[in-house]
């Protein structure tokens, strides 16, 4: 069983950064971050291959940037410009073989 261990969420202002880290007991062909605002569905915020390949969703294109440690098993996403529309929990993914896992989630609260 591979375990995701997530860190970095927080409270912040709106125009500031955040970087989350997650760890994964196992080397994961995919490793990203999804999240998910009350009262909506869980949703897409980017994912990275083992080559360094990155998909984005169109909301944080160019203010969020995913990067990957392969010898660390550790995905990273560094947020900058958070807006109150970035407010959820954001939990880390990792594909692993053909088997999918998730972490615990970690909270990311943007005031305004």
């Known amino acids: 069983q591979v375990q995701l261990v997530e860190s970095g969420g927080g409270l912040v202002q709106a125009g500031g950064s955040l970087r989350l880290s997650c760890v994964a007991s196992g080397n994961a062909f995919i490793m990203g971050w999804f999240r998910q605002a009350p009262g909506k569905q869980r949703e897409l915020v980017a994912v990275?291959?083992?080559?360094?390949?990155?998909n984005y969703a169109d909301s944080v294109k160019g203010r969020f940037t995913i990067s990957r440690d392969n010898a660390k098993n550790t995905v990273y996403l560094q947020m900058d410009s958070l807006t109150p529309e970035d407010t959820a929990v954001y939990y880390c993914?990792?594909?692993?073989?053909?088997?999918?896992?998730w972490g615990q989630g970690t909270q990311v609260t943007v005031s305004s």
């Open positions: 993914h990792a594909s692993i073989m053909s088997s999918t896992y």
């Open positions: 990275i291959t083992r080559g360094g390949v990155a």
